[in-house]
C-alpha cells in the first residue's frame, strides 16, 4: 500500500528529501540552544560576567534566527510537496476512475468515490506532511534531547526510562482501539454523501411530492450514526492529551526534586544543567506530543489510504485483447446463445439465451415491460458490460476482440436520462465531434428537431447549459442528446427510450429524419410507445430477460400475444383521451 501511494510524488521528490534536510538542521539548533543558555547561566549570570552573557546571548538570537529560516523552509517544501503528492493522487484516481466499467462503478457507488477521492486524499495529503515533517523533526528531537539528558545527568535520566514506556504503551493502544471506529466513519460517510447526492439529483421530486421532512429523517438518521461513532473515537483519541500533560508534569516533579538533591546535597549538577534538563523535557513531551497528533493523523489518513489503493487497485471488467482490432466493417450485429447478469451470476439472469441477427442498415424496435431485459440487450453492444455466455458480435467480429475507444466511437447510445455539461450548446453537441463545423452541428440538430428551439434562445448556439442542463426541458435535452450522438456518424445508433419526453409529432419527425438522412446506420429504437417504432423494419418483444417475438408490427399484432396486449392498451388510452 504504501509503495503504491509513494508513487504518486513524482516530480514532488526533491521537496519531499529536501524537508527532512532542513527539519534536520533546524533540530541541531534546537537541541544546542539549551546547553548554550546552561553555560551562560553558570559562567555568565552566577559569575556576573556581562560578557559571557552578551556572547552566548548573542550565539542564541542567531542560532534563533537560523533555526526560524531553516523551519520556514522546512515547511514550505513540505507544504509544496503534500500539495503535489494530493494533486498527483487526484489524478491517477480520476485516471482509474474513468477506465471503470459499469460494474467496477456500480461496486463502490459513485457516492463513495467523491469521497474517496476528496475528503480520503485530503486526509493522505495532510499525513503525508506530517510524516515528512513532524514524523522526521519529533523522533530526532527525541533521541537527541536524550542524548543530551544522559550526557548530562546520567541519574536523571532515570527518570525518562520509566516514564516514557507508559506513556508509548498508552498512546499504542489509543491507536489500537480508535483506528476500527474511524474505518466505520468513512464507511458512513459514503452512505451520508450518497443521501445527500439522492436528494440534490431529486430535488424536483421531493418537493413535487413535499417529502422534504422524510428526507431531512433520512439525513439526520445517518448524520446521527456519524456523530455517535465519531465522537466515540474522538473519544479515545483525547486520552492522548490528559496522557501528554501527565507525563510532562509527572517529569517536571521529578526532575525538581532529584534535580534539587544533586544541585544541594551531592554538588553532581549545576543550576544551569538542571535549567538545560527542563528545557530537554520540554522538548522531550513536546516531540512525543507532536508524535501522538501525527499519529492520529495517520490513523485517520490509514483508513482513508485504504480506501484510495482500493481504487487503484480495482481493475476494470472490461480490457483490450493483446492485439485488438482498430476498424469496424459494418454496422450489422449478431447475438449468439447471449447470457447476462449485472451480479455474474448464472442464477440472476438480466439476459437468457438471446438469439439475434441485425443486419447493417437495418431499423430495429425493441418493446418489453419493465426488467423485461430491453436495455441490458443493447447495453452489450458497445461493451459497457461483458457478457457471461455467448458471443455479441458486430461487423462480424466479437465485441471483446475490438479496442473498446473504436468500438464506441461506432456505437451511440442515447439515454432516456441523458446528460448535459456545464458549457454551451454547441460545447456540449461537439462531444460527439470536437472538429466539427457549425454547419454540420446545424444539420443534426435539425435532424434532432432541436433547431427550432436553439433559435428560440437569445445566444442561439451559444446559449450556456447550466450543470446537468437543469435550464432546458427534458424534451429538449433528449433532442439535445440525440444531436451529440448523431455528431459522431455512428455505424450503429441505439436509442434507449430517449424520446419519452418529446410529443407524438416531434417523436415522429426525429424517426423521419433518421431515416432519412442517415440511410445506412443501424439504427435501434427502444421505446414504450408503440407508435414509435411501429414502422421499424423489424421489432423485438421483450419479456423477462428472453426474446419473446421478432417481426414487423403487423406480423406481432397478429400473432404475439404480449405485443397485441401493449397494443390495445395503449390504443384503448389514445381513444379515451380523444373523447
Given at each position: 500500500m504504501i509503495k503504491k501511494l509513494l508513487a504518486n510524488v513524482g516530480s514532488y521528490k526533491k521537496d519531499s528529501l529536501m524537508t527532512p534536510?532542513?527539519?534536520?538542521?533546524?533540530?541541531?539548533?534546537?537541541?544546542?540552544?539549551?546547553?548554550?543558555?546552561?553555560?551562560?547561566?553558570?559562567?555568565?549570570?552566577?559569575?556576573?560576567?556581562?560578557?559571557?552573557?552578551?556572547?552566548?546571548?548573542?550565539?542564541?538570537?542567531?542560532?534563533?534566527?537560523?533555526?526560524?529560516?531553516?523551519?520556514?523552509?522546512?515547511?514550505?517544501?513540505?507544504?509544496?510537496?503534500?500539495?503535489?503528492?494530493a494533486r498527483n493522487l487526484r489524478h491517477n484516481l480520476f485516471t482509474r476512475i474513468q477506465d471503470f466499467s459499469f460494474s467496477n462503478i456500480d461496486r463502490f457507488s459513485s457516492a463513495s468515490l467523491i469521497t474517496r477521492m476528496t475528503t480520503d486524499v485530503t486526509n493522505v495529503q495532510n499525513a503525508y506532511q506530517m510524516i515528512i515533517r513532524i514524523l522526521v523533526r519529533s523522533p530526532?528531537?527525541?533521541?537527541?534531547?536524550?542524548?543530551?539528558?544522559?550526557?548530562?545527568?546520567?541519574?536523571?535520566?532515570?527518570?525518562?526510562?520509566?516514564?516514557?514506556?507508559?506513556?508509548?504503551?498508552?498512546?499504542a493502544l489509543v491507536i489500537k482501539f480508535a483506528h476500527p471506529l474511524f474505518l466505520k466513519v468513512f464507511r458512513i460517510y459514503d452512505k451520508l454523501n450518497n443521501v445527500v447526492q439522492e436528494n440534490l439529483q431529486g430535488v424536483r421530486v421531493?418537493?413535487?411530492?413535499?417529502?422534504?421532512?422524510?428526507?431531512?429523517?433520512?439525513?439526520?438518521?445517518?448524520?446521527?450514526?456519524?456523530?455517535?461513532?465519531?465522537?466515540?473515537?474522538?473519544?479515545?483519541?483525547?486520552?492522548?492529551?490528559?496522557?501528554?500533560?501527565?507525563?510532562?508534569?509527572?517529569?517536571?516533579?521529578?526532575?525538581?526534586?532529584?534535580?534539587?538533591?544533586?544541585i544541594v546535597e551531592q554538588s553532581s549538577l549545576t543550576t544551569g544543567e538542571l535549567v538545560s534538563?527542563?528545557?530537554?523535557?520540554?522538548?522531550?513531551?513536546?516531540?512525543?506530543?507532536?508524535?501522538?497528533?501525527?499519529?492520529?493523523?495517520?490513523?485517520?489518513?490509514?483508513?482513508?489510504?485504504?480506501?484510495?489503493?482500493?481504487?487503484?487497485?480495482e481493475e476494470s471488467?472490461?480490457?483490450?485483447?493483446?492485439?485488438?482490432?482498430?476498424?469496424?466493417?459494418?454496422?450489422?450485429?449478431?447475438?449468439?446463445?447471449?447470457?447476462?447478469?449485472?451480479?455474474?451470476?448464472?442464477?440472476?439472469?438480466?439476459?437468457?439465451?438471446?438469439?439475434?441477427?441485425?443486419?447493417?442498415?437495418?431499423?430495429?424496435?425493441?418493446?418489453?415491460?419493465?426488467?423485461?431485459?430491453?436495455?441490458?440487450?443493447?447495453?452489450?453492444?458497445?461493451?459497457?458490460?461483458?457478457?457471461?455466455?455467448?458471443h455479441v458480435k458486430v461487423g462480424g467480429h466479437d465485441v471483446r476482440d475490438y479496442d473498446l475507444a473504436?468500438?464506441?466511437?461506432?456505437?451511440?447510445?442515447v439515454l432516456q436520462n441523458n446528460?448535459?455539461?456545464?458549457?454551451?450548446?454547441?460545447?456540449?453537441?461537439?462531444?460527439?465531434?470536437?472538429?466539427?463545423?457549425?454547419?454540420?452541428?446545424?444539420?443534426?440538430?435539425t435532424i434532432a428537431q432541436a433547431d427550432p428551439f436553439i433559435q428560440e434562445f437569445p445566444d442561439k448556439y451559444e446559449t450556456m447549459i447550466s450543470q446537468g442542463g437543469n435550464n432546458v426541458s427534458g424534451g429538449q435535452k433528449q433532442r439535445l442528446t440525440i444531436a451529440r450522438a448523431l455528431l459522431k456518424k455512428p455505424k450503429i445508433l441505439i436509442l434507449d427510450d430517449s424520446t419519452s419526453a418529446v410529443d407524438t409529432k416531434t417523436d415522429r419527425s426525429i424517426r423521419e429524419g433518421l431515416k432519412r438522412e442517415i440511410p445506412g446506420t443501424t439504427t435501434i429504437i427502444i421505446s414504450q410507445r408503440i407508435?414509435?417504432?411501429?414502422?421499424?423494419?423489424?421489432?423485438?418483444?421483450?419479456?423477462?430477460?428472453?426474446?419473446?417475438?421478432?417481426?414487423?408490427?403487423?406480423?406481432?399484432l397478429a400473432n404475439n400475444t404480449i405485443y397485441q396486449e401493449v397494443y390495445h392498451s395503449q390504443q384503448k388510452g389514445f381513444g379515451e383521451g380523444e373523447e
Amino acid at each position: 500500500m504504501i509503495k503504491k501511494l509513494l508513487a504518486n510524488v513524482g516530480s514532488y521528490k526533491k521537496d519531499s528529501l529536501m524537508t527532512p534536510v532542513y527539519v534536520a538542521g533546524e533540530v541541531a539548533l534546537d537541541v544546542i540552544m539549551p546547553l548554550i543558555m546552561a553555560m551562560m547561566i553558570d559562567q555568565g549570570i552566577e559569575k556576573g560576567d556581562a560578557s559571557v552573557i552578551l556572547r552566548d546571548g548573542g550565539l542564541l538570537f542567531l542560532l534563533s534566527l537560523l533555526a526560524l529560516l531553516l523551519g520556514t523552509l522546512g515547511g514550505r517544501t513540505a507544504a509544496i510537496a503534500s500539495a503535489g503528492f494530493a494533486r498527483n493522487l487526484r489524478h491517477n484516481l480520476f485516471t482509474r476512475i474513468q477506465d471503470f466499467s459499469f460494474s467496477n462503478i456500480d461496486r463502490f457507488s459513485s457516492a463513495s468515490l467523491i469521497t474517496r477521492m476528496t475528503t480520503d486524499v485530503t486526509n493522505v495529503q495532510n499525513a503525508y506532511q506530517m510524516i515528512i515533517r513532524i514524523l522526521v523533526r519529533s523522533p530526532l528531537v527525541l533521541i537527541f534531547s536524550l542524548v543530551m539528558v544522559s550526557t548530562i545527568s546520567p541519574e536523571l535520566m532515570t527518570i525518562y526510562l520509566v516514564v516514557l514506556p507508559i506513556l508509548a504503551i498508552g498512546l499504542a493502544l489509543v491507536i489500537k482501539f480508535a483506528h476500527p471506529l474511524f474505518l466505520k466513519v468513512f464507511r458512513i460517510y459514503d452512505k451520508l454523501n450518497n443521501v445527500v447526492q439522492e436528494n440534490l439529483q431529486g430535488v424536483r421530486v421531493v418537493k413535487s411530492y413535499v417529502r422534504e421532512e422524510q428526507q431531512e429523517e433520512i439525513f439526520d438518521k445517518v448524520s446521527e450514526d456519524v456523530y455517535r461513532n465519531f465522537t466515540l473515537a474522538q473519544r479515545i483519541v483525547s486520552f492522548n492529551m490528559p496522557l501528554m500533560q501527565f507525563s510532562v508534569y509527572t517529569c517536571m516533579l521529578l526532575l525538581s526534586w532529584f534535580g534539587a538533591q544533586l544541585i544541594v546535597e551531592q554538588s553532581s549538577l549545576t543550576t544551569g544543567e538542571l535549567v538545560s534538563m527542563f528545557n530537554y523535557t520540554m522538548q522531550i513531551l513536546m516531540s512525543l506530543m507532536m508524535m501522538s497528533m501525527a499519529f492520529v493523523q495517520i490513523l485517520i489518513a490509514r483508513t482513508s489510504a485504504e480506501r484510495v489503493v482500493e481504487v487503484l487497485d480495482e481493475e476494470s471488467d472490461l480490457k483490450n485483447n493483446a492485439e485488438p482490432l482498430t476498424t469496424i466493417r459494418d454496422g450489422s450485429i449478431v447475438f449468439e446463445n447471449v447470457c447476462f447478469s449485472y451480479a455474474n451470476d448464472k442464477d440472476k439472469l438480466a439476459l437468457e439465451q438471446a438469439n439475434l441477427e441485425i443486419a447493417s442498415g437495418e431499423v430495429i424496435g425493441i418493446i418489453g415491460g419493465t426488467g423485461s431485459g430491453k436495455s441490458s440487450l443493447v447495453q452489450l453492444i458497445p461493451r459497457l458490460y461483458d457478457v457471461i455466455e455467448g458471443h455479441v458480435k458486430v461487423g462480424g467480429h466479437d465485441v471483446r476482440d475490438y479496442d473498446l475507444a473504436v468500438l464506441r466511437d461506432q456505437v451511440s447510445m442515447v439515454l432516456q436520462n441523458n446528460v448535459l455539461f456545464s458549457g454551451t450548446i454547441n460545447d456540449n453537441l461537439r462531444w460527439g465531434n470536437e472538429n466539427a463545423s457549425d454547419e454540420e452541428i446545424r444539420r443534426v440538430a435539425t435532424i434532432a428537431q432541436a433547431d427550432p428551439f436553439i433559435q428560440e434562445f437569445p445566444d442561439k448556439y451559444e446559449t450556456m447549459i447550466s450543470q446537468g442542463g437543469n435550464n432546458v426541458s427534458g424534451g429538449q435535452k433528449q433532442r439535445l442528446t440525440i444531436a451529440r450522438a448523431l455528431l459522431k456518424k455512428p455505424k450503429i445508433l441505439i436509442l434507449d427510450d430517449s424520446t419519452s419526453a418529446v410529443d407524438t409529432k416531434t417523436d415522429r419527425s426525429i424517426r423521419e429524419g433518421l431515416k432519412r438522412e442517415i440511410p445506412g446506420t443501424t439504427t435501434i429504437i427502444i421505446s414504450q410507445r408503440i407508435n414509435s417504432i411501429e414502422d421499424a423494419d423489424r421489432i423485438i418483444v421483450m419479456d423477462d430477460g428472453k426474446i419473446n417475438g421478432i417481426g414487423t408490427h403487423d406480423e406481432l399484432l397478429a400473432n404475439n400475444t404480449i405485443y397485441q396486449e401493449v397494443y390495445h392498451s395503449q390504443q384503448k388510452g389514445f381513444g379515451e383521451g380523444e373523447e
